[in-house]
Nanobody, 119 residues
Framework: QVQLVESGGGLVQTGGSLRLSCSAS????????MGWFRQAPGKDREFVGQ????????SYADSVKGRFTISRDNAKNTVYLQMNSLQPEDTAVYYC????????????WGQGTQVTVTS
């Protein structure tokens, strides 16, 4: 298992930017992919984006494509979510998650960090 700790959430105005970080510890040698998800009040958790841990593959939800960028620093076992042009509908608790193998699901989760976008 890996332990994940998110940071960087906060309050921002519409059109602003935030960068979230997610640091992994524990069995990091098993990391296959890292992802970001979010959950708004009263809504289901939704996929935001993901990145492979050793390759160049990334993917994003249509709702954030072109505004959000995922990057990683393998040496620091950290993945980032750069969020630009934030909108009130981006308000949610953001979670990072890890897959520990090609056949694994995202079953290692952080505690989440709140992002609030004010209009």
């Amino acid at each position: 298992q890996v332990q994940l700790v998110e940071s960087g959430g906060g309050l921002v105005q519409t059109g602003g930017s935030l960068r979230l970080s997610c640091s992994a510890s524990g069995a990091t040698y098993r990391l296959y992919a890292m992802g970001w998800f979010r959950q708004a009040p009263g809504k289901d958790r939704e996929f935001v984006g993901q990145t492979s841990w050793r390759g160049l593959s990334t993917s994003y939800a249509d709702s954030v494509k072109g505004r959000f960028t995922i990057s990683r620093d393998n040496a620091k076992n950290t993945v980032y979510l750069q969020m630009n042009s934030l909108q009130p509908e981006d308000t949610a608790v953001y979670y990072c998650a890890a897959r520990l193998g090609v056949f694994a699901t995202f079953d290692n989760w952080g505690q989440g960090t709140q992002v609030t976008v004010t209009s």
